[in-house]
């Protein structure tokens, strides 16, 4: 077992032990520290001892090499040699015999901090979990005031690697109940939720976070803690943070509640955050990438490459002034999204201009899948479908985006039979992979087979019930096809309780009202969703019922703004087909 191997500073060249020894004098364990007069050098036994030593842990006898080291430690008071006796019994896989050393250092040194580090480490690494309560307490009460609380944040990264996350959340909160209702009552319950976290104690965790913010409302601790658990199962995490954002928050925070909401699929709210960054704190760059990539989502070119413009200069003025090379994978992602733009308006040679600037081998795949889609985008399909097999898989996400990739290629060009059949067989391989199984619904429903898309999508709901995505489809494919509507409700209404604010869902729910008969709850319902996310195909939507409602003009100012946002959505061309109408 490694014992935490490289978390050991490692000692391994005898002169340097020698220099340890001789820079002290010969003195009793415990003994008070004295200076050592001028001419002190060290006596001949223990320089002999200290080679012995180090020549026996050479040849592999660790055990009296460590035994050796251990007892010049002693003789001396040398923390050097001390940590030496440790990495030789945790390079030999003698962790009690670490310990040992640890704890003989401790009481020796006992206002020594790296002791007691070494002490907590191996009890964790040694699983002996509840002799580390003694450990964290003098951890936290050797940090200065000023770092106090930085400290308890820390703690829960000393479990890193313990397997039982659960004794070491309990182990933690005695360590920390001095601390839960005194000026550090914020970071400590923050330390704990964090553990009761990892521990996949989601409720308890929430209850730490609520704690913590009831004894500091502007710690951001509690705050980061609710972040991590937002989640239509834990609604109340979201409420501590909206309670943060009240005041005056960090733009970190809020840049990171942003992203929160990003995953959440509430691009609208997202953005709202992001805008409020950038508008309080311009230089940020980070966060006008975050900007352009949602404004380039909702196909506003303009306004993206906006963005993501500010974004690389204010990169390069960061690297001038630091003269520090920037992360390349911001970068890059910069660069496929203003690629992205540039094949949006068929300027091919500048989409190609932007891959170029791209370096970063971690982004090879999607660099080659974008000019692949460049290479569809003027009829070379076969091209394209080479150049995305041909590319490397350094890792199996390298291969899980070649294939989606492929997918989507075949997808935007109408080849759907292609594209199905490649899904089959993925999902042949790999029939928990719910997310292409979804895919090979969706499919299966523009090749006009129903009844495959539903299987499939049962299929998902019976191994995955939290998949809300698959009661979704199902319910708007009923509702589109204007069949068993009271089961398109429940489903579409069982998605909107796993996600509340995913306005796609909305529109599935509107569009149920709109076959049902109820125009105004529909035109209530399509609003409410494409003010959230001004989207082509809720435009499809929401101007047909006002198209219906004989409100002429405003269904063609919506269907006019959902053209500009996406020409090509088969849904909105559908329904203008149908209804005969030229916006």
Same mark, same amino acid.
């Given at each position: ?375 569809? %985008?003027?009829? &070379?399909?076969? *091209? =394209? @479908?080479? $150049? #995305?097999?041909?590319?490397? /898989?350094?890792? !199996?996400? +390298? ?81 589109? %096809?204007?069949? &068993?509507?009271? *089961? =398109? @409700?429940? $489903? #579409?209404?069982?998605?909107? /309780?796993?996600? !509340?604010? +995913? ?81």
């Amino acid at each position: 077992m490694d014992y935490y191997g490289s978390m050991f500073p490692r000692l391994r060249l005898l002169p340097l032990l020698l220099t340890a020894a001789l820079s002290v004098h010969a003195q009793q364990p415990g003994s008070a520290p004295v200076t050592p007069p001028a001419s002190s050098v060290l006596d001949g036994e223990l320089f002999y001892q200290l080679l012995v030593g180090e020549f026996s842990t050479q040849r592999g006898e660790a055990g009296v090499g460590y035994s050796l080291i251990l007892d010049a430690a002693r003789k001396t008071n040398d923390a050097r040699l001390y940590q030496r006796s440790i990495d030789i019994a945790l390079q030999s896989r003698a962790g009690d015999s670490a310990l040992q050393a640890a704890q003989a250092w401790k009481q020796a040194q006992p206002g020594s901090r790296d002791a007691n580090r070494y002490v907590l480490q191996i009890l964790i690494g040694l699983n002996r979990l509840t002799e580390t309560v003694e450990p964290l307490r003098r951890e936290v009460a050797f940090a200065e005031a000023k770092d106090r609380a930085l400290t308890i944040i820390t703690l829960p990264r000393y479990f890193a690697r313990s397997s039982d996350k659960k004794l070491a959340a309990e182990m933690l909160e005695q360590a920390l109940a001095e601390h839960l209702k005194n000026g550090m009552g914020a970071a400590a319950w923050s330390a704990i939720g964090r553990m009761r976290l990892e521990s996949g104690n989601e409720a308890g965790a929430l209850e730490a976070a609520r704690r913590g913010q009831v004894q500091d409302p502007r710690a951001e601790g509690p705050v980061l803690l609710a972040l991590a658990l937002m989640s239509p199962q834990q609604a109340g995490a979201e409420a501590i943070v909206r309670k943060y954002m009240e005041g005056r928050p960090l733009v970190e925070v809020r840049l990171a509640y942003g992203r929160a909401l990003l995953d959440a699929q509430r691009y609208a709210e997202a953005g709202s955050q992001v805008q409020i960054v950038t508008t309080e704190k311009p230089d940020y760059a980070e966060a006008w990438l975050i900007r352009g990539t949602l404004e380039l989502q909702d196909n506003r070119l303009d306004l993206a490459e906006r963005s993501l413009n500010q974004f690389l200069d204010l990169m390069q003025s960061r690297r001038g002034a630091s003269g520090v090379e920037e992360p390349s994978r911001a970068l890059a992602q910069a660069y496929l999204s203003l690629a992205h733009i540039a094949e949006q308006r068929k300027d091919y040679k500048l989409a190609e201009s932007w891959l170029g600037k791209i370096s970063s081998p971690e982004d090879m795949v999607r660099t080659q899948s974008r000019r692949a889609g460049i290479l569809a %985008r003027q009829g &070379r399909i076969d *091209e =394209a @479908r080479e $150049l #995305i097999r041909n590319l490397p /898989e350094r890792t !199996p996400a +390298d291969a899980r985006v070649k294939l989606s990739s492929e997918i989507q290629l075949l997808r935007d060009n109408k080849l759907y039979s292609q594209a199905y059949e490649l899904l089959a067989q993925a999902t042949q391989r790999d029939p928990k992979d719910y997310d292409l199984l979804y895919d090979q619904a969706t499919l299966a429903e523009k090749l006009g087979r129903p009844e495959e898309m539903e299987r499939l999508l049962r299929r998902i709901i019976a191994e995955k019930p939290e998949y809300h995505h698959a009661y979704n489809a199902l319910g708007y494919s009923f509702a589109d %096809r204007n069949v &068993r509507l009271v *089961e =398109a @409700r429940q $489903l #579409i209404l069982k998605a909107l /309780e796993f996600a !509340p604010d +995913d306005p796609f869902i909305s529109d599935s729910l509107g569009w149920v009202e709109f076959r049902e008969g109820n125009k105004a709850e529909a035109l209530r319902v399509l609003q409410k969703a494409y003010r959230a996310r001004p989207d082509a195909e809720i435009a499809a939507h929401l101007g047909e019922v006002l198209w219906s409602m004989g409100q002429r003009e405003q269904a063609l100012s919506v269907w006019r703004e959902g053209l500009q946002l996406n020409a090509a959505n088969e849904t909105l061309v559908e329904t203008l087909k149908r209804l005969r109408v030229k916006p």
